[in-house]
């Protein structure tokens, strides 16, 4: 082959692999950005741009996001009309974070919609990051929260189902798109505005019908969510026994502190995960970064896991992350 026709074909090649499948973590590059796991993360990037565009700050915007998902009782998995524990009793968890490091978070939380904002609230009002349980619930009266039980008629009865048939405890993968029974985990919402400052936050109502007192990774900062303005931001949906053996999101902004594309730190998490996952076949797990130019990356263990992304002029994108396994 004349050597004009070898560089010809280096160049489609190296185009390919800039624009194609293999570097979808390409995607905007520019500020501001959000990202959001699975479908219903596309009314949490809406509410977070309408909250940056009226003048709110990054944090304020992720806090904003999140909280539209835990009022949506339709959303089985986060919030109000979550699923409950095995006991038929709703607890929620959440974190948040912002690029300089200051963090907030609850877990096993009672009686209120919105533990994101009480998450919030341990950061800003309290000399410690994380609140569990009766304690959590105590701060959340003392700082004002109202109240709300959160069993709707509908989760009640997805959990007498559950009680006849006693279904495992692993969910099946891709379940927050379908709103099935067993259904697990979460909203997560990174953010980054024009001057690369970071925020993001997690909720959930964890894994339907879990033993009294489980708490996934969501509220574990390092774990489910991880920030820091020198690099960017990441987060996990899925299994969360595995995504905290892992401390999945903190690895994943490490790797991209050492260079790795946001896709790329995004699957070695996930090749991590399952290496670590005892559970056969492995349960699904699914990583989203954000880094502070703007750059988004994804990977999923299964193929399903959706995420959205919206940058300043452009409509909501839907995207499928790339899987480590194929069916």
Not at 182 to 204: K, N
Not at 281 to 304: I, M
Request: proline share 6%.
């Amino acid at each position: 082959m004349q050597r004009r026709e070898l560089i010809r074909l280096g160049l489609i090649s190296g185009l390919l692999g800039f624009f194609g499948p293999g570097c979808r973590s390409s995607l905007g590059r520019s500020r501001p950005a959000a990202v959001a796991t699975w479908d219903h993360g596309r009314m949490a990037v809406e509410k977070a741009w309408q909250v940056l565009h009226q003048g709110g700050d990054v944090l304020d915007a992720v806090e904003a996001g999140v909280r539209v998902v835990e009022a949506d009782p339709t959303v089985r998995t986060v919030g109000l009309g979550g699923y409950p524990d095995a006991t038929g009793r709703v607890t929620l968890d959440a974190s948040i974070m912002e690029g300089s490091g200051r963090c907030g978070a609850v877990a096993f939380l009672e009686g209120f919609m919105h533990p994101v904002s009480v998450a919030r609230r341990v950061m800003e009002k309290s000399p410690h990051v994380f609140l569990v349980g009766e304690g959590a619930a105590a701060f959340a009266r003392a700082e004002g929260f109202d109240e709300v039980d959160l069993l709707t008629p509908e989760a009640r009865q997805d959990w007498e189902r559950w009680k006849a048939q006693q279904r495992a405890s692993v969910p099946p993968p891709n379940i927050e798109n379908t709103n099935r029974i067993s259904g697990h985990d979460t909203v997560a919402l990174l953010m980054v505005d024009a001057t690369g400052h970071l925020a993001g936050a997690c909720s959930t109502s964890g894994a339907a019908f879990k033993w009294r007192g489980r708490v996934g990774d969501s509220p574990i900062i390092g774990a489910g969510l991880f920030v820091d303005d020198e690099v960017g931001a990441a987060c996990a949906t899925g299994w969360g026994e595995g995504v905290i053996r892992i401390a999945g999101s903190h690895l994943i902004v490490e790797l991209m502190r050492q260079g790795d594309e946001p896709e790329v730190a995004c699957r070695k998490a996930v090749e991590r995960f399952r290496a670590k996952s005892p559970e056969d076949p492995p349960p699904q797990v699914g990583f989203l970064a954000l880094r502070r130019d703007g750059v988004v990356g994804a990977y999923s263990l299964q193929p399903g896991f959706t995420y959205v992304v919206q940058y300043a002029g452009q409509e909501v994108q839907r995207m499928k992350a790339p899987s480590l396994l194929y069916r």
